[in-house]
């Protein structure tokens, strides 16, 4: 069974860094990417960052320049790395990972970890 395990977030000042980390363990099946979603009170859940398995990233508009995803493959580890953060970055973050079994893409999530910027 797939494990995601967050650590990392906290309340830190606008302009300030964080960096998120998910561990993964318990997947048998090809990964085709893994990535951070954040969702704010009241907003959909959206796509912050993600790495696919060939190493490609893609990010939101709105974090570009600031965030950075990069994985440690022999720890199963996936970082984001925030910089510059703003208010608007406050949300729960997710860490996903897409494995594909079959024909399918399948979703798993973990519990999330709080991010609060704030003065």
């Known amino acids: 069974q797939v494990r995601l395990v967050e650590s990392g977030g906290g309340l830190v000042q ?42 490609s990233t893609n990010y939101a508009d709105s974090v570009k320049g600031r965030f950075t995803i990069s994985r440690d493959n022999a720890k199963n580890t996936v970082y984001v790395q925030m910089n510059n953060l703003k208010p608007e970055d406050t949300a729960v973050y997710y860490c996903n990972q897409k494995t594909i079994v079959g024909s399918q893409i399948v979703d798993y ?7 609060t910027v704030s003065s």
């Open 109 to 115: 999530w973990g519990q999330g970890t709080q991010v």
């Open 14 to 55: 606008p302009g300030g860094s964080l960096r998120l980390s998910c561990a993964a363990s318990g997947s048998s099946f090809p990964i085709y990417a893994m990535g951070w979603y954040r969702q704010a009170p009241g907003k959909q859940r959206e796509l912050v960052a993600q790495i696919k398995s060939g190493g």
